[in-house]
């Protein structure tokens, strides 16, 4: 038997197959993955495990939000009209935010990296040359952790404040302070039409806070077909909110800590407000995880290829998963890419020379540029999967835009009094296969699954012709796109 020394004995404790930078639900994911397919993995976490998602982005909004929605819902049905039409108690509903965010405590999830088999280290992780990565703990010493086949950079995204004079004084509102507010400003401006921006400004006029939409742009949520900005712009103006387009915030003051703070327009004019939101986009978290150590550039989005292995690194052990990658920031695609990066890790640990990267293969994130589904939940809800026709024609297919009111059809009437929405699919004529779907109305988010089934699995449209909606449910829809397609 031989001896081992101190140092030797950390530097095999602390090395594993797959190192994970960033406990969010990307990392969690390739983590899992990685380790139930035979690999030992380590996770590093400098915050809280479960990361922006669980506690300051998709948990605490849908927890604001579903009340909102409920309580529209419950407006538009005969016989619960009166019952609903009283203000939300906000109180409620934010301890229910509140339970949805574990209360900013990550003890669950820490048990549950426990209970999967992953290794887990709190601190601020830097990459520190090839499959090296340095953790400072906080406690004085740092911990060296080595991979022998890959490190995953999963450290997600950080809200974006634009360079305004007297901003940082004024205390903005980011998205994680707008998800975990503990009170309701009485005047909220919300800056930024994209889907925080709506879905924010739906949330706290709800709760009682008088909102103006300051929006840059033309429309709201312009990445989706232009009908969906239209309808959430016409419903937020009915529930209350001042939704103004074409202006820009040139300056922001705050002139008493406690007093309320002023908006300063292009145009010159000003808007007082108690609080202001940026929902204004997100940046990378790499500016400081030691991308310099591995000829990168710090503070940029990491490029991949479609297994998410890092361009420009040598031997493919550099990954870059979810948020940080740009490719689609959202939760599921961040988990989806997570699925993948653990297969082709474990692939690579088991010898395999070729990994299966073709288009749809088992070690290509394929769906996020042809079938990235998404639900804005808005009143109404907007839902999309894949191209709009605007995207489909730039990208030079020929396109047909099939276009039909959600409100004549038979279940969603039932659904709602008025139901307002509509739907478009945007048909690929060569090959007569959907290319992207998008629904605008009352409950459409749990509609959008079966689009996403068409689009990723490239249904042609004549087999689409016997997947029968059940009468009378809203689904029905389909069946009037196809009819009007057909003729
Ligand atoms: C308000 C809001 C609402 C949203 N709602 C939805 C929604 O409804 N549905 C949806 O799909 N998406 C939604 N998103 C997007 C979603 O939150 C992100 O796509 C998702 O969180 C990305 O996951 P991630 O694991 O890549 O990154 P993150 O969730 O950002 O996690 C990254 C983790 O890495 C950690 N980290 C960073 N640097 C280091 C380091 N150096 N060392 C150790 N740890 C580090 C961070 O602390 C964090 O915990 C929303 C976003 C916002 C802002
Ligand atoms: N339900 C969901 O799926 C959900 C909910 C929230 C966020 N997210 C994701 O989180 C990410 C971030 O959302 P977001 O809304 O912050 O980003 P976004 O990119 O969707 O929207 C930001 C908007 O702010 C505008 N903007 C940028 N700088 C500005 C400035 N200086 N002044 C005025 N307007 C400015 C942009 O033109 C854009 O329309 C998105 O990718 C989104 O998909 C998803």
Same mark, same amino acid.
């Given at each position: 038997m031989s001896a081992t020394t101190g140092t030797e004995e950390a530097t095999a404790r602390d090395t594993y197959d797959v190192v994970v930078l960033g406990a969010g639900p990307t990392g969690e994911n390739v983590a899992d993955r990685a380790h139930a397919l035979g690999l030992s993995a380590v996770i590093v976490e400098s915050e809280l495990v479960g990361g922006e998602c669980s506690y300051w982005a998709c948990m605490p909004s849908k927890a604001l939000l579903r009340p909102v929605t409920a309580r529209a819902d419950a407006r538009r049905v005969p016989g619960l009209l009166q019952a609903a039409a009283v203000p939300l108690d906000s109180k409620a509903v934010l301890a229910h935010r509140d339970a949805f965010a574990s209360h900013w405590k990550d003890d669950g999830?820490?048990?549950?990296?426990?209970?999967?088999?992953?290794?887990?280290?709190?601190?601020?992780?830097?990459?520190? #040359?090839?499959?090296?990565?340095?953790?400072?703990?906080?406690?004085?010493?740092?911990?060296?952790?080595?991979?022998?086949?890959?490190?995953?950079?999963?450290?997600?995204?950080?809200?974006?404040?634009?360079?305004?004079?007297?901003?940082?004084?004024?205390?903005?509102?980011?998205?994680?302070?707008?998800?975990?507010?503990?009170?309701?400003?009485?005047?909220?401006?919300?800056?930024?039409?994209g889907v925080v921006g709506v879905e924010m400004a739906t949330a706290w006029q709800a709760l009682g806070s008088r909102v103006t939409l300051l929006v840059r742009g033309g429309g709201l949520l312009p990445k989706m077909e232009p009908f969906a900005g239209e309808l959430v712009a016409e419903s937020l103006a009915e529930a209350g909110a001042t939704v103004r387009t074409g202006v820009s915030v040139t300056g922001v003051r705050r002139e008493m800590p406690n007093g309320p703070a002023t908006v300063v327009l292009d145009n010159g004019e000003e808007l007082v407000a108690d609080e202001i939101l940026f929902a204004t986009g997100r940046a990378p978290r790499t500016d400081d995880i030691g991308l310099e150590t591995v000829g990168l550039?710090?503070?940029?989005?990491?490029?991949?290829?479609?297994?998410?292995?890092?361009?420009?690194?040598?031997?493919?052990?550099?990954?870059?998963?979810?948020?940080?990658?740009?490719?689609?920031?959202?939760?599921?695609?961040?988990?989806?890419?997570?699925?993948?990066?653990?297969?082709?890790?474990?692939?690579?640990?088991?010898?395999?020379?070729?990994?299966?990267? #073709?288009?749809?293969?088992a070690h290509a994130a394929t769906a996020d540029t042809a079938a990235v589904p998404q639900v804005v939940f808005t009143d109404p809800e907007a839902a999309s999967v894949g191209l709009t026709a605007a995207e489909a024609e730039r990208a030079g297919h020929r396109t047909r835009a099939v276009d039909f009111d959600l409100g004549s059809v038979a279940g969603a009437g039932l659904y709602a009094d008025g139901y307002r929405g509509r739907a478009r699919m945007v048909v690929d004529l060569d090959r007569e296969t959907l290319l992207g779907v998008t629904f605008v109305g009352p409950a459409v988010g749990e509609l959008l699954h079966s689009a996403t089934v068409a689009v990723a699995g490239e249904v042609p449209l004549d087999r689409?012709?016997?997947?029968?909606?059940?009468?009378?449910?809203?689904?029905?829809?389909?069946?009037?796109?196809?009819e009007t397609y057909r003729g």
């Open positions: 999830q820490v048990r549950w990296l426990d209970s999967a088999g992953i290794d887990f280290v709190r601190g601020r992780a830097r990459l520190d #040359g090839p499959r090296r990565v340095v953790v400072a703990t906080g406690g004085g010493e740092d911990r060296v952790l080595t991979a022998r086949h890959a490190v995953a950079v999963c450290t997600g995204s950080r809200a974006v404040l634009p360079d305004l004079p007297g901003l940082a004084d004024a205390r903005p509102w980011t998205s994680r302070e707008a998800t975990s507010a503990q009170s309701v400003p009485p005047r909220l401006a919300v800056v930024g039409g550039e710090p503070g940029s989005w990491l490029e991949t290829d479609d297994t998410c292995r890092v361009k420009g690194v040598a031997d493919g052990w550099l990954y870059a998963v979810g948020d940080v990658n740009h490719r689609a920031l959202l939760t599921h695609q961040g988990k989806y890419q997570a699925r993948i990066v653990g297969a082709a890790i474990a692939a690579q640990a088991q010898g395999s020379t070729a990994l299966d990267t #073709g288009r749809w293969g689409l012709w016997h997947a029968v909606p059940a009468y009378p449910t809203i689904s029905e829809v389909w069946l009037r796109l196809l």
